[in-house]
C-alpha cells in the first residue's frame, strides 16, 4: 500500500492511445476494459411489419424516474445503419429482453446480420409474445422484458465505416417480470435467472454469485433508493 498523496510509479503499466491504436497485443483491449456490459436484446418490428431481434452489449440503463434505456448501435460491416435502429426511430418503440445463460444460444443466433426481411424470432427459434403497449413482440422464454417508447438518437461519428455509431434512448413504459423470478423478499432472483453479460473478445460470463455492500454513514435516503425502497419507486400520487 503506497503512503496516501505520494504517487510513485511501482508497477509497469502499459498505455496506449486509441487514435494511434499502439496497443501492440493481438487483440484489441478496449472492449475488455468496460466489462461485464449487460446485453440488451431488442426486439423490433420493421415499417413492412417483419419482427427483429438483435444482442447489443453496448446498453444500459439510464435514470429510473422515469426509467430510460439506451443502445448503441455501430454502422453494419457494409457501412449502413442497422435494423434495430431504423426500425426503432419508424415505429417509435422498441423492447428490451433480458439474456440469460439459457437462453445464450438464441441470442448469439439472433446476432446474424441478415436482411431485413428476415424474422429474426424465427432464426433464433424464441417465441414471440405480445406486448401491452407496443406493437413490437417480447422473446417470451425471457424473464423480463421492457415495453419502450423511442426518444431520441445521438450519431456519433467514427473513424472507420463500423465506428460510426447510433445511441438509441427510449423511455421504459411497460415492465415484465416472470412471477417465478420474484422472491418473498420482493427481489429479483439474479442467481436464478443467470443473466448472461460480454467480457470482451468472444468471452461471456453470467452471474453466479451475489454480495451485499450498504452504503456507510447517516443518510437513510440515499441507502432507500439504492435499495429501491417502494416509496421511492412508487407511483408518485
Ligand atoms: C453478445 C453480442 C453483443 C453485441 N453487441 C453489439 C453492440 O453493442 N452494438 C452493435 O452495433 N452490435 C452488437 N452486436 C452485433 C449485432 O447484434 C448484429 O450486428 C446484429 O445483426 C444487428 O441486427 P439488426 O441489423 O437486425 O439490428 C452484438 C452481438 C452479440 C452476439
Request: glycine residues 8%; contains cysteine.
Amino acid at each position: 500500500m503506497q503512503q496516501q498523496g505520494l504517487y510513485k510509479e511501482v508497477y509497469t503499466i502499459m498505455f496506449y492511445e486509441p487514435e494511434k491504436n499502439n496497443h501492440g497485443l493481438a487483440h484489441d483491449p478496449f472492449k475488455s476494459c468496460v466489462v461485464p456490459r449487460p446485453i440488451g436484446w431488442i426486439s423490433t418490428v420493421g415499417a413492412d411489419g417483419v419482427h427483429n431481434l438483435a444482442p447489443f452489449s453496448q446498453f444500459q440503463n439510464l435514470t429510473f424516474d422515469p426509467p430510460y434505456v439506451m443502445f448503441a448501435a455501430n454502422q453494419t460491416t457494409d457501412g449502413r445503419r442497422k435494423d434495430t435502429v431504423v426500425n426503432a426511430e419508424q415505429s417509435g418503440e422498441f423492447v428490451y429482453n433480458m439474456a440469460t445463460y439459457d437462453l445464450r444460444e438464441a441470442m448469439n443466433l439472433s446476432a446474424q446480420e441478415v436482411p431485413p426481411e428476415v424474422d429474426e424470432f424465427e432464426l433464433a427459434g424464441v417465441t414471440k409474445a405480445p406486448s401491452k403497449l407496443v406493437k413490437a413482440p417480447r422473446v417470451a422464454e425471457s424473464p423480463v422484458n421492457f415495453e419502450c417508447r423511442y426518444h431520441q438518437t445521438i450519431r456519433l461519428p467514427g473513424n472507420s465505416t463500423m465506428g460510426t455509431v447510433d445511441i438509441v434512448i427510449g423511455q421504459v413504459i411497460g415492465i415484465h417480470i416472470k412471477d417465478e423470478f420474484i422472491q418473498p423478499d420482493g427481489k429479483l432472483n439474479i442467481l436464478k435467472i443467470r443473466p448472461i453479460a460480454r467480457l470482451g473478445y468472444y468471452d461471456y460470463t453470467s452471474i453466479e454469485s451475489v454480495f451485499e455492500m450498504i452504503i456507510p454513514g447517516p443518510d437513510e435516503k440515499l441507502r432507500s433508493g439504492m435499495e429501491g425502497k417502494k416509496e421511492d419507486t412508487g407511483p408518485k400520487d
